[in-house]
Nanobody, 122 residues
Framework: QVQLVESGGGLVQAGGSLRLSCAVSTRTLSNYAVGWFRQAPGKEREFASAISWAGLTTYADSVKGRFTISRDNAKSTVYLQMNSLKPEDTAVYYC????????????????WGQGTQVTVSS
């Protein structure tokens, strides 16, 4: 069973940037599709972005054009570059991976990290 560890969260002002990292405990990250989900206080968890085995990327409308997901299979790490951050991006961000499913709303991956807090001040 793989383990996922997120890092890079923190406090940033509106308009700023953060880069989240997701370290996956596998030597074959290329076998996994990986996604980022987020959960704001008092709200349900929602899909943010995903990257397939082939490197195809998908984004929620709310983050499209501002967030960029990427993967480095050699380092077993997936990144989420977040630019032009807004207060409504404040949430706990979770990394998740699956061997068979590309993460998206309604298709939840099998493996999850513990999350990293992102807080955007206005």
């Amino acid at each position: 069973q793989v383990q996922l560890v997120e890092s890079g969260g923190g406090l940033v002002q509106a308009g700023g940037s953060l880069r989240l990292s997701c370290a996956v405990s596998t030597r074959t990250l290329s076998n996994y599709a990986v996604g980022w989900f987020r959960q704001a206080p008092g709200k349900e968890r929602e899909f943010a972005s995903a990257i397939s085995w082939a490197g195809l990327t998908t984004y929620a409308d709310s983050v499209k054009g501002r967030f960029t997901i990427s993967r480095d299979n050699a380092k077993s790490t997936v990144y989420l570059q977040m630019n032009s951050l807004k207060p409504e991006d404040t949430a706990v961000y979770y990394c998740a991976a699956d061997l068979s499913v590309v993460p998206r709303d309604g298709a939840e991956p099998a493996y999850w990290g513990q999350g990293t807090q992102v807080t955007v001040s206005s």
